[in-house]
């Protein structure tokens, strides 16, 4: 059965950072492409950055040069690192494969950039 579970999301100021991580289980890691995404109040589900099996990396035009996606296949885990959050960063953080298996999205971690 396989686990995400997402942690380190907050309460931060704009300009500042955070990171987040997944952590995994019941999956392969190294063999996945993983991805994080993101849900605001009142709108889709959007790709936020994307990760092959060979650290190959892609972002969302909105965060490009902002976060940086990464993955520790020995310790099953998934991170993002947030610099120079911006109050429309603010939404529900998921990770999950690429593309998306519907029964495996977790919880989220809560991401709100706020004065």
């Known amino acids: 059965q396989v686990q995400l579970v997402e942690s380190g999301g907050g309460l931060v100021q704009p300009g500042g950072s955070l990171r987040l991580s997944c952590a995994t289980s019941?999956?392969?890691?190294?063999?996945?492409?993983m991805a994080w995404y993101r849900q605001a109040p009142g709108k889709e589900r959007e790709l936020v950055a994307r990760?092959?099996?060979?650290?190959?990396?892609n972002y969302a035009d909105s965060v490009k040069g902002r976060f940086t996606i990464s993955r520790d296949n020995a310790k099953n885990t998934v991170n993002l690192q947030m610099n120079s959050l911006k109050p429309e960063d603010t939404a529900v953080y998921y990770c999950?494969?690429?593309?998306?298996?519907?029964?495996?999205w977790g919880q989220g971690t809560q991401v709100i950039v706020s004065s």
């Open positions: 999950n494969m690429w593309p998306s298996r519907s029964g495996s």
């Open positions: 019941g999956i392969r890691l190294s063999i996945n492409t």
């Open positions: 990760i092959d099996t060979g650290g190959w990396t």
